[in-house]
Every structure is written in C-alpha cells, then in structure tokens.
C-alpha cells in the first residue's frame, strides 16, 4: 500500500487567482495520477504526472490550465490557473500499489483537496 | 474506450438489510477494485480483485469477479449507518497503466 498526503485539503479561492495542489508519497513510485471529482460526480483523470518529463493529459485538459510537476518518485503538484467556478471540485492524487505484482493493478488515493472557487 | 457501468446509481435502506451493487462492462479488465468515498473524502479502497471468479470477504462485504473478468459485485450483509457513502468500481486495464472508474453507487443506510 501507500500513504498519500495532500495539502491544501480545503481551500477557498479567489475567481482568477492559481493554486498548486502538493501531494507527498511514502514511498517511491512510478506511477502518479491527478484526479478531479466536481460535486456529486465521479473521478475524472486530468493527468499521469511522470518523473522527469512533461505529464501526459486527457483530452480535455491542457497544461496551461493545469500545469503538473514530477521532481522525484515521492513528490508531485498540480496547479490550477486562472480558476473560475467551475473550477470548484475535489482534487486528487493517487498512485499506483508499489507492490503491484502482489496485489495487482490498484491504485490508491490521498484525502483530497477540495476547492471552492468564488 | 473502456468504460463501467454501476447499479443502482442510488441507494437507501433501513438498518440491518442487505444489499448488492453491480459493476458491468463489455471490457476486460485484469485486476478490479473496489472503494469507500465519504463526502469530502478521497476514495479508500476496499479490496482489489484480479482472478476471474473470485470471491474476497472484508467482514460485512463480499466482492465477485466475473467469471470472464468483465463484471463485478459488492454485497453488504446487516448494512450499518456506517457504511454510507459513495461505492466506486474500477478496472485496470491489461497494461495495468489505465484505470477506468465507475459513475459510483450513492448509498444511504438510515438508522
């Protein structure tokens, strides 16, 4: 398993202004995702941050909006910029299982941080 | 494009009853989990199954793999106000790199 720490884990932000999400793994992984969850809906993946190169989108996210970092295997942020309501969701980090050939595939998430845009 | 489905979407029973919620898909998956989201939480995970028919017990809570790895189900016996929350399904691809997620069953366990 993994533990995920996310920070800020609530935030009321200014329409407009950016805000850069962190996320701290306890231990190394190749794999980090970036999830969104506007209210009442399920996960939508923006990005899989990889180490050492640019992260990789899903259609409908682009990096201006939602630039990501990857220094290292533990460590990784997610920035929204010029946000607007809309914007208003829970953000999540998740990582796959470090132990995945014992478990198999499974991914695990942070706590969340839940933004509300004004 | 893979994609899961959930059934029902939402759920509300009393105290003490059982329940059982489905995940479907017309894709294969190689390994399936289950989570627990409560409101303003991130998903935690459950359980995670990978063979075709399996059966995993977490107290309560029964999981199933389909037989051809394309479905799942979540069964609670004796539900407890508790076990509230938003019950995500999803599957991993082969390469193991993509996870599709489930819309999610809402439920509500009323004391």
């Known amino acids: 398993s993994a533990v995920i720490s996310q920070k800020p884990s609530r935030d009321i932000c200014q329409r407009g202004t950016s805000l850069t999400i962190q996320c701290q793994v306890d231990?190394?992984?190749?794999?980090m995702f970036w999830y969104r969850q506007q209210p009442g809906q399920s996960l939508t993946l923006i990005a899989t941050a990889n180490q050492g190169s640019e992260a990789t989108y899903e259609s409908g996210f682009v990096i201006d909006k939602f630039p990501i970092s990857r220094p290292n295997l533990t460590f990784s942020t997610l920035t929204v910029s010029n946000m607007s309501p809309e914007d208003s969701s829970i953000y999540l980090c998740?990582?796959?299982?470090?132990?995945?050939?014992?478990?198999?595939?499974?991914?695990?998430f942070g706590e969340g941080s839940w933004l509300t845009v004004v | 494009t893979q994609l899961l489905e959930q059934s029902p979407q939402f759920l509300s029973i009393q105290e003490g009853e059982n329940l059982t919620v489905y995940c479907n898909s017309s894709s294969v998956f190689s390994s399936l989990q289950w989570y627990r989201q409560e409101p303003g939480e991130g998903p935690v995970l459950l359980v995670t199954?990978?063979?075709?028919?399996e059966v995993k017990k977490l107290k309560r809570l029964t999981f199933q793999f389909g037989d051809a790895r394309k479905d799942s189900s979540l069964h609670i016996t004796a539900a407890q106000p508790g076990d509230t929350g938003l019950y995500l399904c999803a599957g991993a691809d082969n390469y193991g790199q993509n996870f599709v997620f489930g819309p999610g069953t809402r439920l509500s366990v009323l004391p």
């Open positions: 199954v990978v063979t075709g028919g």
């Open positions: 231990s190394q992984v190749t794999m």
């Open positions: 998740s990582v796959e299982d470090p132990d995945k050939t014992i478990s198999g595939n499974t991914i695990y």
